[in-house]
C-alpha cells in the first residue's frame, strides 16, 4: 500500500529563514509526487509536481528516489507562505491521490 | 472557466438527515473524486469515478453514496448524517489522458449535531 508521510504537523520559521518541509513516501512502483498548497479558508491548489522540476513562488523539491523523499524547499521564507502544505502521491496510471497528513506552516514576522 | 465549483459552501445537519453535496467541473475531466479533510488526517479519499456512469469506492466510503449520470457533475450523499462526518469535504477533477493535476472545488464545510 502506499503512503505518504509528512512528521511535521506545525513549522514555525522567521520571515527570511530557509524552510524545508518534509515529505518521505513508501511506494513499489513509479510513483508521481505533487505538493499542494492551501492558503486560510481556500482550495487546495497546486504548487509543485516533480516531472515539471520548476521554482514555484520560490520553492523547489526534488525526488530523491534512494531516501524515498520529496522534502519542500526555499531559501527565504516569506509572510504570505503561511498555509498547509500536503505532499500527495500518485501512482502513474492511476489518478488516485494519496495525501501526507500535512505541514502548517506559519511564517513569523 | 469556472472550474470545480461546489455548493453549498457550509450546512449544518442534525444527526439522521441527508443531504447531497454538489460538486461540478466544465473543464470536460473524465476522472472526479471526494475526499474529506480531518485535522491530523490529511485529506483521505471517500468515492471516486472514472467516467460517467463508473463509480468506486475509496479509503472511508461508509456513509456516503455517489453517482455520476453525466461527465460534468458528481454529487456526494449522505444517507443518515452522523457527527463522525463533521468535516471539510473536497471535490477534485482531473483528465488522465493529459496527465493534468487534480483541481480542487472550494471546499463544504459540514457540521452534524
Known amino acids: 500500500a502506499q503512503r505518504v508521510t509528512q512528521p511535521e504537523k506545525l513549522l514555525s520559521v522567521f520571515k527570511g529563514a530557509p524552510v524545508e518541509l518534509k515529505c518521505n513516501y513508501s511506494?513499489?512502483?513509479?510513483?508521481?509526487l505533487f505538493w499542494y498548497v492551501q492558503y486560510s479558508r481556500q482550495r487546495l491548489q497546486l504548487l509543485l509536481r516533480?516531472?515539471s522540476r520548476e521554482s514555484i513562488k520560490g520553492f523547489t523539491a526534488d525526488l530523491n528516489k534512494g531516501e524515498t523523499s520529496f522534502h519542500l524547499k526555499k531559501p527565504f521564507a516569506q509572510e504570505e507562505d503561511s498555509a498547509m502544505y500536503y505532499c500527495?502521491?500518485?501512482?502513474?496510471?492511476?489518478?488516485?491521490?494519496?495525501f501526507g497528513t500535512g505541514t502548517r506552516l506559519t511564517i513569523i514576522p | 472557466n469556472a472550474g470545480v465549483t461546489q455548493t453549498p459552501k457550509f450546512q449544518v445537519l442534525k444527526t439522521g438527515q441527508s443531504m447531497t453535496l454538489q460538486c461540478a467541473q466544465d473543464m470536460n475531466h473524465e476522472y472526479m473524486s471526494w475526499y474529506r479533510q480531518d485535522p491530523g488526517m490529511g485529506l483521505r479519499l471517500i468515492h471516486y469515478?472514472?467516467?460517467?456512469?463508473?463509480?468506486d469506492q475509496g479509503e472511508v466510503p461508509n456513509g456516503y453514496n455517489v453517482s455520476r449520470s453525466t461527465t460534468e457533475d458528481f454529487p456526494l450523499r449522505l444517507l443518515s448524517a452522523a457527527p463522525s462526518q463533521t468535516s471539510v469535504y473536497f471535490c477534485?477533477?482531473?483528465?488522465?489522458?493529459?496527465?493534468?493535476?487534480?483541481?480542487f472545488g472550494q471546499g463544504t464545510r459540514l457540521t452534524v449535531v
Open positions: 469515478s472514472v467516467g460517467a456512469g463508473i463509480t
Open positions: 516533480h516531472i
Open positions: 500527495a502521491l500518485r501512482d502513474f496510471g492511476n489518478e488516485k491521490l494519496t
Open positions: 511506494y513499489s512502483g513509479s510513483p508521481e
Open positions: 477534485a477533477s482531473s483528465r488522465p489522458e493529459l496527465n493534468t493535476e487534480a483541481f
